[in-house]
T-cell receptor, first 114, second 114 residues
């Protein structure tokens, strides 16, 4: 079965510090995409960052970056200079079987302490 | 509208009643997804549409759940004879038909079965 695993149900970080959220996945595909979505208390899921598997360079979006290890099937999210507004649930996602059926991990609740 | 719209935002229903949840995707998006999110949990895939057809209905929890999409646009998720375990947030998302494209989410419908 193709799955997405987030092993950290909860994480906390001090404001302005850096935190890394982990994600592993299982696939037999060679070319695919990976996503991190953020869900604040408003429930609105928002795309944070995406990674194309055939690209070796890690994706970066401002304070957000990924550490993509294709061989290890690992896709971690690093948040630098954490801000109070970063507090949310973070979900790792993967289009299963090369289709558009997005499969999500169980999420990591991030708390940012002032 | 500019985003994915779901209605109602909240729905309280009595056990045994039928409910209909509506999703208006972003215009032009050919893919549409339904997910269920129980309290504090990840997103459980229910069904997705490619145009008006549903290639994968494997996530529907039981035959009490059904969904349709008409005109390649609006989708309705129907739950018949609701049970208390159906209580959850139902999220809809839409995207272009491309594995790497971003899925845009609505704010969800919170269903409470009493």
């Amino acid at each position: 079965a193709q799955t997405v695993t987030q092993s950290q149900p909860e994480m906390s970080v001090q404001e302005a510090e850096t935190v890394t959220l982990s994600c592993t996945y299982d696939t037999s595909e060679s070319d695919y995409y990976l996503f991190w979505y953020k869900q604040p208390p408003s429930r609105q899921m928002i795309l944070v960052i995406r990674q194309e598997a055939y690209k070796q360079q890690n994706a970066t979006e401002n304070r957000f970056s990924v550490n993509f290890q294709k061989a290890a099937k690992s896709f971690s999210l690093k948040i630098s200079d954490s801000q109070l507004g970063d507090a949310a649930m973070y979900f790792c996602a993967y289009p299963q079987g090369g289709s558009e059926k997005l499969v999500f991990g169980k999420g990591t609740k991030l708390t940012v302490n002032p | 509208g500019a985003g994915v719209s779901q209605s109602p935002s909240n729905k309280v229903t009595e056990k045994g009643k039928d409910v209909e949840l509506r999703c208006d995707p972003i215009s032009g998006h050919t893919a549409l997804y339904w997910y269920r999110q129980s309290l504090g949990q990840g997103l459980e895939f229910l069904i997705y549409f490619q145009g008006n057809s549903a290639p994968d209905k494997s996530g529907l929890p039981s035959d009490r759940f059904s969904a349709e999409r008409t005109g390649g646009s609006v989708s309705t998720l129907t739950i018949q004879r609701t049970q208390q375990e159906d209580s959850a947030v139902y999220l809809c998302a839409s995207s272009f038909w491309d594995p790497g494209t971003e899925a845009f989410f609505g704010q969800g419908t919170r269903l409470t079965v009493v």
